[in-house]
């Protein structure tokens, strides 16, 4: 079930050129059932900023009821969340969307993880329960510069990882499709989160395969009331990318 | 303790002043995986038209000062999709519902308001003659006082539930659209719509909204609604739903004070997604703050 | 450096683009205390009458959401006393001053325009048709274009040098009113004024503001604003001079890139009062950042 | 000169019921010359709220460069400042206005001085300047009820002081006016800072005395520029609390 909790901040950690890991802690980690789910942030009391802010779920643990997030602080919304310290407390909502197919994946299979910038976080809680599924997996992750990279460690710990950059300053130069023609990997299904433009160019690279991808739109309410959010589909109609995503199996989006 | 609560109006018998507006909250069925909308006083639902609508470009939603931008384009499954489907889903709630009835053209507003007020559980429709953001839609209706007068009427002599307007803020006298749509037989007035606003990129400099512009909401509006409110409720004999920036109990009795017999909830409802029955948990011990026993007495208090 | 950041306007050569806007800054005297006047591209003074005015009752001012109301009323010490006083006083500055004009008829409009424009640092004239504040006086004119345009002729005919005429944003179209101040004659658009609003007592329920209803302005407006300067600047081919919110460098690259031509900072001089010199210091590194050469280079280009 | 500076809190201390000490430190506070002048505070960046708040200078140390604040959290933006912790910053303008001439007081004489809940603050530091220039000082401080009274003992130290409240809880029940018509203190001047009503009843109780009172409005610039705080004056004109007071000797401003 959807909650709203005042949750209390763990650890607030910068982890590379404007990239900060929030650990959070308290009852709405518990709801958290899928890979690619987000969560809808209140960064401070009053109307300063005036909206939520969606921010994916990068790992959970049920556990310690603790969950992770990793966010850019770019614009007012994230940089005010980014000054909160262990003990603070944070509004959350959540756990918003349909998230990752774990599921379509078959033991022994091997999953292409591919994710753009912010668009790489969800994609560790994915290759964790993948892993823990005996699914092989193949991470992917584009950057702009070296300087902005992270999880690189993390990820490499459950599978091959390949980093590019878009300057050549870490792994290897140009977009994460350059990569994927040049080492041509062998792989039963992709997962993607990142920028329109690489979701699009994955689809046209792998006309073949199964594969699923989560969308960025702007939101208003977050959970599917508003009509904020929705994206044309390949059918001539729509879909809200809050409620009915933000993870749509390819195909289904117009890209 | 409840009954400290109940407004009665045309149509609309409230166990509590307090409801979702129209757009913010959908057919309620998101809201009710979060709370009982038994809570509630009613729900505006969003806009019908008689054909589906697949709405504005994204992005349709921008941030702004203490309020926010939406061009949403009256986004909706259609007439045919809602007496179908959500107004039946509904059911399940004692609650009376407020259809909000969007159209371009007068033949398209009788239509869906004849057919969505036959629907057993609308108890009053709110005739949206004031979105901001279709092209030749809603707006143009709510800007001169005879073209609204005369939608009114028409919409009046086809509809089975009393008929509430819902009012631009665009104007140069609110009073004078009031007082037309009360002519033309208008049960009841909402009220305020949406500003028409515009945010820039910083980057580019272009609107950030597809759409250009949109319509400015939350607390940043409050001020202009409630002095709107205040005036409207002095020059005409219908009541009022107040409406634009509420979003704690404070605001609430603000609007009943100006002259607003029940209030709706709009853009509040994305930032604390339990706005509404939070405030109605708090109006009894606001009253006792107060001093009254009653909400009805609440009402037009600015003006006594 | 500061080339960058020079506007030619109808009798304005404005060092930078940045100036107070009226009634935020009085005459100039107070904020001279706290910094060099000559950092400005311009100012706006404060409204002048014919006679000296006591404004409204107390409490003038009130706090909203981002934003205040404001009802001073149009209080001023009268046209002789600034003519020999503070203009006199503001000489010792390198600042072509706009002086905002303001009556209740036309002629005490057109007196009051043709004796300040003589005034030797006087290089602009403010027509204010649009205060909300004062009882027949200033709005009406604002919203009636053919009344807007008759007033802009009669003051255009006695002015010694360019009218720029303020824009009232209460009006159902705003671009109405500019195009008939065009055809009336005006030189330059300045806008917007405040929105009429109001706010109540918490516990009374009663306006906090004397006069019932102010003026809101500050970061609140902006997007009304925004839209108002996007839409006006298409449809005339007068220069604007923009206002309604702006608190950073950032806001004002949006009213330029909507198309005004230099803009004012109101409210926001209450809560930094070195908002103006330090918007000045910033825009350079602004334009860099924005891969421009010339402030010029914005204006407008929301539009291209 | 008026400044405008980040000014870091030295110390937040409650003192009664919703009323704070705030010391801060800074250059600002050598400019400060008289008692019963007052800064304007912006509690928080940003607009929420959107106006800074006015409030008296209570205690002036040049020596430390500090000063003291007394204020009542009673609504939104004295509710932030009252968050403020010893190390945050708080923009403040000052010292604003004209506030109680010392020197009108000459050494050997009695000064009566008057105050009413948060108008008592900037009594203090002008009872201080008072008793080191040799004029004595009597204190008739009057509050709602015994949990808002505050600094009684610190005026204790510099002169006879009684304690009035509206319901009796502590000292005299009643007005100060009751007070000091049943005292009926000897002195030669007095000040007086507090409610219209307490400066009205003061001034009618004592048509011979020489006096000087502090007033409040609704401000917006807080300078002089916007015509937000103006009163009547006797002689049908108006003067600016903000800028022309916010003292005024007794009969200018029209009661
Ligand atoms: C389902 C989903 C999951 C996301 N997960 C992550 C994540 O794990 N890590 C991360 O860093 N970012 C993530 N984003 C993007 C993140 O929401 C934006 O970066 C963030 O909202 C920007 O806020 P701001 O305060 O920095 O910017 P501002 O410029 O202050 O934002 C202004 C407004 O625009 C909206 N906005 C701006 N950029 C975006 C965007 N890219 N997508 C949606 N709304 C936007 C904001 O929410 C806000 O309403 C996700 C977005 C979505 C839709
Ligand atoms: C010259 C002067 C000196 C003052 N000195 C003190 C002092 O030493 N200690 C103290 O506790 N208070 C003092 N006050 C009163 C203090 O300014 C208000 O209590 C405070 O502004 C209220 O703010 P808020 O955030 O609590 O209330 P809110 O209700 O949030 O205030 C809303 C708006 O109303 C204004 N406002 C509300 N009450 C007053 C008031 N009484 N006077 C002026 N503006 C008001 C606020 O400044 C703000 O703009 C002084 C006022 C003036 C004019
Ligand atoms: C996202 C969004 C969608 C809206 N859609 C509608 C609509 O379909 N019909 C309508 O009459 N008003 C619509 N409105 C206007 C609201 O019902 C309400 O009048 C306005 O937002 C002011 O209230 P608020 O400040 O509480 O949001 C919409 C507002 C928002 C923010
Ligand atoms: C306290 C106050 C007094 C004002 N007085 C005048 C005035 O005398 N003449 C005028 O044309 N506008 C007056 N205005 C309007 C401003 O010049 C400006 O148009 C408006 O406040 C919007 O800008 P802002 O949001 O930056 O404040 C006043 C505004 C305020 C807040
Ligand atoms: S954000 Fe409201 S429907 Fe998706
Ligand atoms: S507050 Fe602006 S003149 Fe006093």
């Known amino acids: 079930m959807i909650q709203q909790e005042r949750m209390k901040v763990v650890r607030q950690k910068q982890i590379a050129d404007d990239i900060f890991e929030l650990t959070l802690i308290g009852q709405l980690t518990l709801e ?20 939520r802010r969606p921010i994916s779920i990068a790992e959970i643990d049920h556990d310690a009821m603790q969950f992770k997030m990793i966010y850019r602080a770019g614009g007012k919304g994230t940089k005010i969340l980014s000054t909160k310290k262990a003990g603070d407390e944070v509004d959350v909502l959540g756990p918003l969307g349909n998230g990752f197919p774990v599921e379509e994946a078959a033991p022994g299979e091997t999953a292409l993880l591919v994710g753009g910038g912010i668009g790489v976080p969800p994609l560790y809680e994915l290759s964790k329960r993948l892993n823990e599924c005996g699914i092989k997996t193949i991470h992917v992750l584009g950057f702009q510069a070296a300087n902005n990279v992270f999880y690189e460690n993390q990820f490499k710990e459950l599978g091959d990882t390949y980093i590019v950059t878009a300057d050549g300053s870490a792994g290897t130069k140009g977009f994460v499709t350059d990569l994927l023609a040049e080492k041509n990997p062998n792989f039963d299904l992709f997962y993607s989160c990142g920028p329109m433009p690489m979701l699009g160019a994955l689809e046209k690279a792998y006309p073949e395969k199964k594969g699923f991808l989560s969308f960025e739109e702007r939101m ?8 904020a959010c929705v994206c044309d589909t390949t059918d001539g109609d729509y879909k809200k990318v809050c409620s009915d995503g933000p993870v749509f199996p390819r195909g289904v989006v117009a890209l | 303790m409840s009954n400290r609560l109940k407004v009665e109006l045309p149509g609309l018998s409230l166990k509590n002043p307090i409801m979702p507006a129209s757009g913010c909250f959908g057919f309620g069925q ?13 729900i505006m639902i969003k806009a019908a038209t008689l054909e589906k609508r697949r709405g504005n470009p994204t992005p349709r939603v921008a941030e702004t000062s203490a309020g926010m931008l939406n061009a949403i384009g009256l986004q909706n499954p259609g007439l045919e999709h809602i007496l179908q489907h959500e107004l039946p ?24 308001a004849k057919e969505i007020s036959k629907a057993p559980n609308v ?3 709110e005739l949206n003659i004031s979105c901001p953001n279709v092209k030749c839609g809603g707006i143009q209706f709510g800007t001169d006082p005879q073209t609204a007068k005369e939608l009114t009427a028409a919409v009046k002599a086809v509809s089975s539930v009393p008929v509430y307007v819902k009012l631009s803020p665009n104007v140069t006298s609110i009073v004078d659209i009031a007082k037309a749509v009360e002519e033309g037989g208008a049960d009841g007035i909402t009220m305020i719509n949406t500003l028409v606003g515009m945010r820039l990129h910083e980057k580019t400099g272009k609107p950030v909204i597809a759409n250009g512009t949109g319509g400015l909401s939350g607390p940043a509006i409050k001020p202009v609604a409630i002095r709107m409110v205040y005036e409207v409720s002095q020059a005409v004999n219908i009541p009022i739903i107040g409406m634009g920036g509420i979003s704690n109990v404070d605001d609430v009795i603000d609007f009943l004070s100006a002259g607003a017999s029940a209030v709706a909830v709009g853009t509040a409802n994305f930032v604390d997604h339990f706005v ?20 009805t007495q609440v009402i037009g208090r600015s003006h006594r």
């Open chain 2, 30 to 42: 998101e809201y009710a995986n979060l709370y009982d909308l038994n809570k509630l006083g009613s």
């Open chain 2, 89 to 112: 889903w509904l059911e399940q709630f004692d609650l009376p519902i407020i259809a909000n009835v969007a159209g371009t053209e007068t033949a398209d507003y009788v239509e869906v």
């Open chain 2, 276 to 295: 509404c029955p939070t405030i109605i948990e708090q109006l009894p011990a606001k009253l006792d703050e107060l001093g009254y026993d009653n909400i």
């Open chain 1, 32 to 51: 958290m059932k899928q890979p690619g789910q987000f969560v809808h942030i209140r960064v401070e009391d009053g109307y300063e900023p005036s909206l």
């Open chain 2, 123 to 125: 108890h009053a429709l």
């Open chain 1, 220 to 227: 208003g309410c977050g959970i599917g009331a508003c009509f």
